[in-house]
């Protein structure tokens, strides 16, 4: 891709979000993450009117007296993004998740350096491809959204373990990561939850409804973006699709599960709506509940 087409792409994702940032994020955002990076200040006694929850009762049995403790917000923020580069990123039927992801993840990249936070990048397949520490300013994000637009992956396979395993080694202070996937993956449970262990986690889930319906067109080959794997199936056939549809839906309650047992927010994106009115519900439902 030549230099100015890149040029051209990222100034058009830049002018295509800036107007959602403007009105749906830009108010929100440090509300809906306000306390979600605190470092710990100090011990000092209770107070009337103190959050109970802030109670330190290893300290408060053995002075018999209640101690709070105290947090400060940290000035900024680090957001990174975890964005998935596998063959099934391309699939789409008018917009391609990739597209639409690289949009979501601009509209985030803009929110987060508007409230001065750091950003950091993390493009992966079944390996890590690209790594780009978080830092400050317009320029980086134009920067990490040029990586995005013209990245080409060495595979088209999907593990979802490797980046996460990846990101726990780096990542030493608490962040905010938001994962940008299908997630259709090897079981990568485990690490998630290492992960979640110290950082907040946002999964936003990007596909297209082909996935989970197939829609009545006679004979056709189906072929696995990243394994290369083909086969014929009769879309005519009423059972088949009904069969594949509940499969799919099966998989994907799986994965809402275990999310939520794991306390981690979700984010579903179709690439045939408008990203801004999943986005806005999911902002207004982190500040009810951060609030």
């Known amino acids: ?43 000092r006694e209770y107070q009337p009117g103190d959050d109970i929850r802030a109670i330190d009762w290893k300290v408060t049995a053995r002075f018999n007296h209640p101690f709070v403790k105290v947090f400060t917000e940290e000035r900024d923020l680090r957001v990174y993004f975890a964005f998935d580069f596998s063959g099934s990123s391309q699939f789409g039927d008018m917009v391609a998740k990739k597209r639409k992801g690289i949009e979501i993840a601009a509209t985030l990249m803009f929110s987060a350096i508007r409230n001065n ?25 134009l920067k990490l959204i040029s990586v995005l637009v013209t990245h ?7 593990d979802l373990n490797t980046p996460l395993k990846f990101l726990a080694s780096v990542v030493k ?5 938001f994962i940008i996937s ?24 990007v596909y297209d409804r082909r996935e989970i319906e197939l829609p009545d067109v006679g004979l056709i080959q189906l072929e696995d973006e990243e394994t290369g794997e083909q086969i014929l199936v009769n879309t005519s056939d009423e059972d088949f699709r009904e ?24 984010l579903e994106v ?18 009810v509940l951060y609030r």
Do not use: C, W
């Open 243 to 266: 069969r594949f549809k509940a499969i799919v839906e099966r998989e994907n309650q799986r994965l809402r599960q275990m999310l939520r047992r794991l306390r981690i927010d979700l």
């Open 152 to 158: 080409q992956p060495s595979s088209t396979l999907t």
């Open 182 to 205: 299908d997630f259709r993956s090897i079981d990568f449970t485990k690490p998630l939850q290492v992960l979640r262990g110290k950082h907040d986690i946002i999964a936003i889930r």
């Open 173 to 177: 202070k608490r962040s905010i990561i």
């Open 1 to 43: 891709m030549e230099t100015k087409e890149i040029i051209r792409q990222v100034k058009r994702i830049e002018i295509t979000t800036r107007h959602l940032v403007d009105t749906l994020i830009a108010g929100k955002y440090h509300s809906v993450f306000k306390g979600r990076g605190l470092e710990f200040s100090e011990l």
């Open 270 to 287: 179709a690439t045939d709506e408008p990203y801004e009115v999943p986005l806005k519900r999911f902002f207004k439902k982190r500040e």
């Open 117 to 141: 936070d750091n950003v950091g990048l993390v493009v992966f397949t079944d390996r890590v491809e690209r790594f780009v520490p978080a830092r400050k300013g317009r320029k980086h994000v």
